[in-house]
């Protein structure tokens, strides 16, 4: 693991999509910690290990440092299904209300229905929440997920709307942007989210933030791969990169594992136009 992965990279240097009211940088750097109750702190869902999204010798790193911003604005996400089954999911602050996630996190194909309602911890670190946590029951995904294969990566992704805007007020939000192929081809990225194994052998690690690092290759129109380690859980994680300003600038959403390599859905101009529409719904 290099250790340019314990920073963000500061690899940007096209004109980014910048968010409308209010700096990231000037949210508190150290916000509150608040207890997780225990219903929510036990929440054990039973889920397989997806071993074939390591390759190799697992190299992520327990990012500690989840009260600091970009780690405090990706959320560890308690899915309830309407079945009474619960699953795990990342998302990330796009807009003081919503969070950026992939579509299989809210729309099961398995089940043929939405999720019941999803809890969102921003930054969680194991029993600790540093902005607290809120339940909700508001989404969108892209309107032919339904109907695509479980596994259309071009589809995959949707949005989280909250209750009130007070999280994403004090975690920051990511920025996006839709670079070029070139760009992308030349870059190292970053990906962190909330991989669901670490409940066992180690249940105290259950609900804590792993971060890894590597290069970023385009996979058709739509696709970036790369082989930063990820396992189930972390399905709606950012991979983003750093501009110059200490911003964390998403440039696809982590959605798909094969033995192969990993996948995200690229940030084109379709999604920038989504996402800009989503990001200030109230």
Known sequence: MSEDSATIESAV????IRLGDGEVCGVPDEPDFL????EICGLRPPAPLLAQDVMGADNRVREGRTNTYPWRAICHLVIRHRDGTLEEGTGWFIGQRTVFTAAHNIFSHKRGA??????VVPGRNGQTAPVGFQTTDRWVVHPSFRGSSANALTFDYGALFLPDGSMGHRTGRFLFHAMSSADLNALSGNLSGYPNEFRQPQPSEFGSQWRGFGRIATKGKFGLSYAIDTTEGQSGSPLFVGDTDGNAVALGLHVH???TGNSARRI??????DMKAWMNVQ
């Open 114 to 119: 939405f999720a019941k309602e999803i809890l």
């Open 257 to 259: 594992g094969t033995p």
């Open 13 to 16: 240097t096209e004109p980014l």
């Open 35 to 38: 207890q997780l109750p225990d």
């Open 268 to 273: 084109t101009r379709k999604v920038v136009d």
